[in-house]
């Protein structure tokens, strides 16, 4: 029957950052040959433990010494069961206590509990006698009640279960004795009950059994043949009953452990002794030989302190005649330091997270050392160049725990030995390398490379184009060093920042949304985000300052005298100016900046070229030379103001100067300025009376041709639409949603007369500035009235033009 004993001391060992308790012991007992998987009994009961913890804290049973693991726990119940075949016998011998002892470990916090397994003895074994036949002579002048010790019979059980009884078969000649030893053995003699006549009987044969004190019980039997001789009145006698030697474990092989010695006091052949070992297991006979005739046991075999600390050999002497005596070799292996520590990791928590805090238990290091007293005694370490330290924990256990912070940035691995050494002599130690991986968290943000960036674009680019690049590193690992980038958003004069910029969230490239000028935005600012993909993530921004280059795409722009109304703007020159008079000033501005903004003044045409002269920067005129007579007293100018840029931009103005110190000297001057301006008027009436009407009796036959042509006719007008095919309208001419008769640009080249009433001119050329589509539907056709007040009005801005 199985019971437990559960001690009531507890050990706390304080330790630095954390603290493990070793709770009491808890032992059982059970028999031995349990099947696998049989209960021993419920640990989660006998300590008081929480069942539903057990698999989080890897529960666990480690072996103390021993090279099979027996017994396991079961994680779902806590119960300990059998896993593997437990055999009394071959574990204990013939030890009166065999015990297993086994730890239960569990983590989070660190715990053991030593379990002490009483194996018990099942009677499984039956007694065995050395020889199965035994022979002994006596002779047969052996007096009545002459004893004669016989073998023992061999019980691999203990107590109750080895021999407890011998029995003898019936006969005429002998009986049993049975004898207890004070070492609990039991030893059977012969016992002569009739006298032996070797003439009427020279030959007995005698069936001892040896019997066990199991239930039920098992026996062994031998058959002894007893030989009638003449007397043999001595039987051998050891010079010491017990034998007692001490031999280390190293011996070597052909050792002489002992030398036993036994005489007879008989002479000749019964004095003669021959020595032989009892009843040995198979293993003793493969380690120990004993010499027959000189009584020397010599080691054969190697000895193992750890595997066994001592020997009882059963020795016996037999004289010539085959009287018998019994001895014992007591042999005690002595332990040297033959065994180097044992480094097992027992839990190891890898990789680390980076930022663990000092303190925090990455692995548990179980230490064991075969050998006995000091030579098991174990010192452990460990280099010092790593951020780690052993913490001795509960008995032969060890705690490695961080010693400072860990930084996966710095160093992503390490590599960890660990040192056993022994205190025997000389020492024995060994290593344990343990590697640990440092896993990544998100503790450092995006940084830039740039503090911050600048960007120049020139205006008028195209939407869509890339001004520059941010880049932000991560020194984490995987998505937590993955950097995406956004814009911040933010207003940039009263827009949002969306509305000019875009950026790519994976590479960092700004591109323009817009097109942008530098008259309207010269500079603005974003905000650029980097951030990863941490949990949490983090981010960091930098501001990224753009600048807009100017492009010359202004033309100069006069603002004296004006370009615009129909008024003439004259200005006054004394006749008495001489040279370097100023007479009157060009003002142009130029909305560009820099070089595209500085502005030339040039005289293009003048009535008199070598009379005036433009100064080139300041645009100021003046004489060139005194004013003399005979000079016209009209001049006009024609101004050009260019700018600087690449490639240069220009525009031209008029200026008309009147050489007179008094208006009345020219009263004809505003008659023949409307007289002039009804001349050209009228010229301009009569061309295009005459363009229209040309034009509209083409029109008319242009129609009457293709209604005759064409086999099917066409349909002209619908709801008040005329559908003209393209290769039938003039080249310039195009109604298209309503903007207006003719789309065409006209180039005119004045050539002006000081003095004239009537200002000639000279057409040079017309061009398109658009390509006419296909079937192109006029929405409206106009009347030549319309055409008439049209080309009128464009007659109208012409003569404003050329005056």
């Given amino acids: 029957m199985m019971h437990k004993g559960l001690s009531v001391h507890r050990l706390f060992l304080p330790v630095l950052f954390m603290a493990h308790s070793a709770y009491g012991d808890v032992s059982y007992s059970f028999p031995e040959e349990m099947k696998r998987g049989s209960v021993i009994g419920n640990m989660v009961k006998d300590l008081g433990l929480d069942v539903n913890r057990l698999s989080s804290r890897k529960a666990r049973i480690d072996t103390e010494g021993n090279r099979k693991r027996y017994c396991d726990i079961n994680l779902n119940t806590g119960e300990l069961i059998v896993a593997e075949r437990i055999d009394r016998e071959s574990l204990c011998g013939k030890k009166s206590s065999c015990v297993i002892k086994q730890e239960l470990v569990l983590e989070n916090p660190l715990e053991s509990h030593r379990i002490d397994i009483n194996v018990q003895d099942i009677n499984d074994n039956s007694p065995l006698f050395r020889k199965n036949v035994i022979k002994l002579e006596i002779r047969e002048s052996a007096d009545l009640g002459a004893r004669f010790l016989l073998e023992e019979a061999h019980d691999a059980d203990i107590g109750i279960n080895s021999v407890q009884n011998y029995n003898l078969a019936r006969n005429e000649y002998f009986e049993l004795a049975v004898t207890a030893k004070t070492t609990g053995k039991f030893h059977s003699e012969l016992v002569l009950q009739k006298e032996l006549d070797r003439e009427k009987t020279h030959e007995v044969t005698l069936i001892v059994t040896a019997v066990d004190g199991g239930t039920p019980p098992r026996s062994g039997t031998v058959a002894i043949h007893v030989t009638v001789l003449d007397a043999n009145d001595n039987a051998p006698v050891f010079s010491q009953a017990v034998y007692k030697v001490s031999l280390p474990e190293n011996s070597p092989v052909d050792t002489v452990v002992v030398t036993v010695s036994a005489t007879d006091a008989d002479e000749g052949q019964n004095g003669e002794v021959t020595y032989e070992f009892g009843h040995l297991s198979e293993n003793d006979m493969t380690i120990f030989s004993f010499g027959s005739n000189t009584g020397k046991i010599t080691l054969i075999g190697s000895l193992d302190y750890e595997e066994e ?446 003095g004239s009433r009537t200002s000639d001119f000279k057409f040079i050329r017309s061009y398109n500035e658009g390509t006419l589509t296909s079937d192109l539907t006029l929405k409206k056709t106009p009347s030549v009235e319309n055409i008439l007040e049209g080309l009128g009005s464009e007659a109208e801005n012409i003569s404003q033009l050329c005056t």
């Fill in 309 to 754: 600390s001592s020997f009882e050999l059963p020795i016996q002497a037999t004289d010539g005649l085959g009287m018998v005596t019994y001895g014992t070799v007591v042999i005690e292996i002595s332990d040297i330091n033959d065994n180097a520590p044992l480094i097992v990791i027992t839990s190891l928590n890898s990789p680390i997270p980076e930022n663990a805090s000092p303190g925090t238990e990455v692995g548990i290091i179980n230490v064991q050392d075969r050998d006995s007293e000091n030579n098991g005694q174990v010192r452990c370490s460990i280099q010092q160049n790593v951020p780690f330290k052993l913490v001795p924990s509960i008995k032969n256990y060890y705690s490695l725990v961080t010693t400072g912070e860990l930084d996966r940035e710095l160093l992503s691995d390490y590599n960890i030995t660990i040192t056993a050494t022994d205190e025997g002599s000389p020492p024995l130690s060994s290593t344990k390398n343990i590697h640990f991986t440092v896993a990544d968290v998100n503790d450092n943000p995006p940084v830039f490379e740039e503090q911050n960036y600048r960007a120049n674009v020139q205006e008028n680019n195209k939407p869509g184009s890339s001004i520059c690049s941010v880049s932000a590193t991560d020194p984490d690992w995987r998505q937590n060093g993955t950097v995406v980038y956004s814009l911040l958003p933010s207003d940039v004069n009263g827009a949002p920042v969306s509305s000019f910029l875009s950026i790519n969230g994976d590479t960092g490239v700004l591109h323009a949304v817009r097109s942008f000028d530098y008259e309207q935005l010269r500079s603005f600012q974003v905000l650029v985000l980097a951030r990863d993909n941490g949990s949490p993530p983090l981010s960091s921004n930098v501001t990224v300052s753009v600048f807009i280059t100017d492009e010359n795409d202004n033309s100069p722009q006069i603002l004296y005298p004006s370009p615009e109304g129909n008024s003439l703007m004259t200005e006054m020159v004394p006749k008495a100016a001489q040279a370097g008079s100023l007479v009157s000033k060009v003002i142009a501005v130029d909305a560009d900046s820099g070089q595209n903004a500085w502005l030339s003044y040039h005289i293009i045409k003048a009535t008199d070229p070598g009379l005036f002269t433009i100064g080139v920067h300041s645009g100021e005129i003046r004489t060139q030379r005194d004013i003399s007579e005979s000079d016209s007293m009209k001049q006009n100018l024609i101004v050009s103001v260019r700018d600087n840029g690449q490639s240069s931009l220009s525009a031209t103005c008029a200026l008309y100067l009147l050489i007179s110190d008094n208006l009345a000297e020219v009263p004809e001057l505003k008659d023949k300025s409307h007289d002039e301006s009804s001349s050209k008027l009228t010229f301009y009436l009569i061309i295009a009376l005459v363009s229209v009407s040309t034009f509209f009796l083409t029109f008319i036959i242009i129609i009457l041709a293709v209604r005759f042509c064409r086999r099917r006719k066409p349909r002209l007008l619908f709801d008040g639409a005329v559908a003209i095919p393209s290769a039938y309208l003039p080249p310039n001419y195009a109604d298209v949603e309503g903007a207006g008769p003719l789309r065409s640009t006209y180039n005119y080249d004045a050539y002006l007369t000081t």
